[in-house]
């Protein structure tokens, strides 16, 4: 079959160079998604100039191959800027034990705490809404990893991991690594500035990685600042080097990983929201009778809000934050379908191809009902926006009772509608890994005055 190569379908090329620059390297996910259409095809393939690209454009295709051919399609494509955060290495199954759904019951008060926070800052600055989710989101990871508290979206942690994460997002984004691909394209002048920036890189992961784990070191003796640092760190007495080493690198890229996606879906549900007044006063309306006006949504609630439920899984659908997952690669050759998969070929599960399945009437449109339809119902978006195999999202338990926490807190106490000139027009990132709104403006409002006292006396009780 090498000798001979049938390589899966794709968009035509040219001699020598392939059809590998077919491959859009800013927000690519759509016009895959056409290929789909227009290839009748759910797998296509680039290539050229050394180097192959495999988009998985349906369930089946991705789970044939990033779910039951795991064992060679499970490696991260080597990110030149990038490197060791984007993989957890030997620490792997420590992250998803210290995560599991079980371990992450530990943590519902914080969540529920930093949920009522964000309330309250909604509330005080409305105005500053993208900072407090930005705010929240750093907030529950850094608790939780590192036992840290930061209350200013200004701390330097925050901001420190802006900055990287925003370098990160452009470095591993798709496309982005067609430079790391194409060997011959570093020496290009073009790509000069770049080899700079990876040395910069890497410098910003490693503070990035360093700094908060440092502090949790620090802080253990006093037994004030319990952390996921803390709590790997007495498992064991055997703390070689090697261990150290894996326990700062897991730790720093969970605090890598955690924030974007959470900030992007939050705000997604935040636009939805004010574009569709109609659907949050269902979730309202719901939220007031199971929970009442009492006291604030738990995140034991969950599984009591089937609407609420359904109207998280249509923000995850309507506007995925990882369109294109994150990046895998092929440890060998493999043949799919009778087509040759070359070792070294990038893969990428392109779930928005999943996420506007033709199937679905007005893919467009924010739709919760489509959840509850039994028979039409869409693909649940917690079996493909995580990511699949022995490489799915470890923090996947802590993030839906995190987004789950945050949404039902704030439908409760808020009203979000469109900004006074009336118009949100959704329009997203394309340009980095984590597609996330764009600056948008909306209003909110306290839902009464009730609401707003319970946020406040709430927020007095709140230990983070
Ligand atoms: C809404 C929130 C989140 C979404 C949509 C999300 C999604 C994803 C996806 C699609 C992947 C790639 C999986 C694959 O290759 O199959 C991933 C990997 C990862 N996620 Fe998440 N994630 C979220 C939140 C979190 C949180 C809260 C944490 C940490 C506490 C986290 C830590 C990680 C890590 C460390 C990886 C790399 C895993 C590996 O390479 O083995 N994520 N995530």
Redesign the pocket.
Known sequence: LRNNPRYPPGPSGYPLVGNIFKFSPVGPWTKLTEYKEKLKTDILFFHGLGNSILVLNSMEAITDL?DKEGGISSD?PVFTVVGEL???GQA?KL?HTA?GPNAVKRYHTIQEDLAVLLCKSMLEKPLDFFGHVRLISSR??LA??YGLSVDQADNEYITDAEATMDMVGRSTRPGAFLCDLIPVMKYLPSWMPFQQEAKKGREMIESLVTKPYNYALQHMASGEHPSLVQELWDSTSERSLGFQHDLKWMTG??Y???GD??YA?ILTFMMAMAMYPEKQRLAQAEIDRVVGSERMPSVSDRASLPYVNALIKET?RWHP??PL??A?STSKDTTYRGFLIPKGTVVL?NVWAIAFDPAQSNADEFVPERFLAEDTAPVDPGLW????????????H??EN??FIIISSLLATLDISLPPNGVVNPEFDKDHLVSYPHDFKCTINARSSTTENLVQIRAQECKV
């Open positions: 990033l991260r984007m993989g957890l792997r992250a995560l529950i990871v939780i990893t890229s969970l890598g990983a955690a996606s959470n879906t995850m934050a990882l997952g994150i895998r599960p926006a995580f990511g699949f195999g022995r490489r799915i999202c470890p923090g996947k802590l993030a995190s987004v």
